[in-house]
């Protein structure tokens, strides 16, 4: 399973960006997609996460700001980030996890995710 992310860039406090991440070798349906970010010299944390059948949770500091979406027949998620702030820094990783056991809710721990992409590196700065 391959999972390249796109979309990263450079913008200002209040902008937007569309990530994008495309799995290849394997359907993502009936697997979580995730979106994790690493800070620099902080831990890699979760942003938001998204089941097969479109429940999605979100990390606090992005509710209301980041929306994730996912199109099961392109096997792409989209990660929808707006009024980004400086903090949003981060390389932003997807991810890819089967569901071991049945939750109503979608996978936000990094160990319950199988697969990663590579990163792609948001910057927010005046």
């Known amino acids: 399973v391959q999972l390249q992310a796109s979309g990263g860039g450079a913008v200002q406090p209040g902008g937007s960006l569309r990530l994008s991440c495309v799995a290849s070798g394997r359907t993502i349906l009936n697997h979580d997609m995730g979106w994790f970010r690493q800070r620099p010299q902080k831990a890699r944390e979760f942003v938001s996460a998204i089941m097969s059948d479109g429940i999605a949770d979100y990390a606090a500091s992005m509710k209301g700001r980041f929306t994730i979406s996912r199109d099961n027949p392109t096997n792409t998620v989209y990660l929808q980030m707006n009024n980004l702030r400086p903090e949003d820094t981060a390389v932003y990783y997807c991810?890819?996890?089967?569901?071991?056991?049945?939750?109503?809710?979608?996978?936000?721990?990094?160990?319950?995710?199988?697969?990663w992409g590579q990163g792609t590196q948001v910057t927010v700065s005046s």
């Open positions: 991810a890819m996890a089967r569901r071991p056991y049945d939750s109503d809710r979608p996978f936000t721990s990094t160990v319950m995710y199988d697969w």
